[in-house]
């Protein structure tokens, strides 16, 4: 099921989510159904408080880029109760986007590579080393889980220059392809 991404000014983005237990309801299908919304909103990451859970459970998909990026191909994975324990590598700067910030693109910097540990569906617990894109894009999801939104990493200036969109998005006014809960 399709699940309506909540837009920036919702309380739960900006929420330090919870972990979760093996006896969480319905887990499965919640993963699912983020799968769904992540790639119905053509999104490479979805946090579970951009669905309006304030919970540690992150979908992540790079099987949309594998026609460039071979190692990526099958690339769907979902992370319970992540937590990066390390950043370090090269500060490396790209340009990111965001389904909770729909028409926001702004360039971040980030290490390129992260220790982190995580539970797969199944609660087996992991801990590894990632790093470039994948790297990226963990960080940027796990952000969410924390109360953080990839524009907290831009400059005061970038940030005075998106204010306009950011206030169309806090009066409810934002628009998508996808489904949003908005600001009322």
Do not use: W
Request: hydrophobic fraction near 40%; include cysteine; glycine fraction near 8%.
């Amino acid at each position: 099921m399709i699940l309506p991404i909540y837009v920036y000014g919702q309380p739960v983005l900006r929420k330090v989510a919870e972990d979760i237990t093996p006896d969480y309801p319905n887990l499965k299908e919640l993963i699912a159904n983020m799968f769904e919304t992540m790639v119905h909103a053509d999104g490479v990451g979805l946090a579970a408080p951009q669905i309006g859970l304030p919970i540690r459970v992150v979908t992540i998909t790079l099987d949309p880029l594998s026609e460039d990026y071979p190692e990526f191909k099958d690339f769907n994975k979902a992370y319970i109760n992540p937590h990066i324990l390390e950043v370090g590598g090269e500060e490396v700067s790209m340009e990111e986007g965001c389904l909770s910030l729909p028409g926001i693109h702004e360039t971040v910097k980030r290490g390129d590579k992260i220790r982190v540990k995580y539970m797969d569906e199944n609660f087996v617990e992991y801990e590894e080393v990632v790093e470039g894109y994948l790297a990226r894009v963990m960080q940027h999801e796990f952000d969410h889980l924390d109360g953080k939104m990839f524009i907290d990493h831009i400059s005061p200036l970038r940030k005075q220059m998106i204010k306009g969109k950011l206030n169309t998005m806090l009066k409810g006014k934002a628009r998508s392809s996808y489904k949003m809960k908005q600001v009322k």
